[in-house]
């Protein structure tokens, strides 16, 4: 099994993965989950590495979710973590998008998202008329267990800011 190397210096670090395992194979997924983008890697102090990343009917698709996988032999295989987050805000059903996981203390995950408006799935993501995007909102998750569980959303105030999102 490939061992990875950590290089960088104290303000950055680039962890070099040499394997290729499968992390989430599209084409054995339902048709709701066919789509998997944005995504991002968090090795955590356990060992174990987390992927998070969007799926859905099409990229930015008014169905789409985040969906974690973690692997504890450093990449070669991977498992579906099961996520119970919701996708309404208040209320308001919506999509979310851009799962970046940072481990703040050892085990002790955050989990953000940004949440989309999607009480009309007939409005794109980014209107060109109005060069404007769906009202989104900023999304927090917290895990005490290496991601095995989570939290429910929390907002995150934005401070007057509008049209925050984390979409690449």
Known sequence: MPNPSIVGNENMAVLLIED???????????????VAFFTGLCRLRSGV?????????????PDSTIQLCSSDDQGSAWTRLTLNL????DGVPGSLSA???????TGRLLLFATWFDRSDPQRPLFDPVAQGILRSKLLL????????????????????????????
């Open 20 to 34: 290729r395992g499968v992390i989430y194979d599209a084409t054995q997924q339902v048709p709701e989950s066919r």
């Open 49 to 61: 590495w987390l992927c998070g990343f969007q799926v859905g009917t099409g990229k930015h698709s």
């Open 86 to 89: 919701a996708t309404c805000v």
């Open 99 to 105: 799962p970046p996981i940072v481990e703040i203390a």
């Open 141 to 168: 998750a917290v895990s005490s267990d290496d991601g095995a569980t989570w939290s429910s959303w929390r907002v995150l105030p934005t401070l007057g800011l509008s049209g925050c999102a984390g979409t690449g």
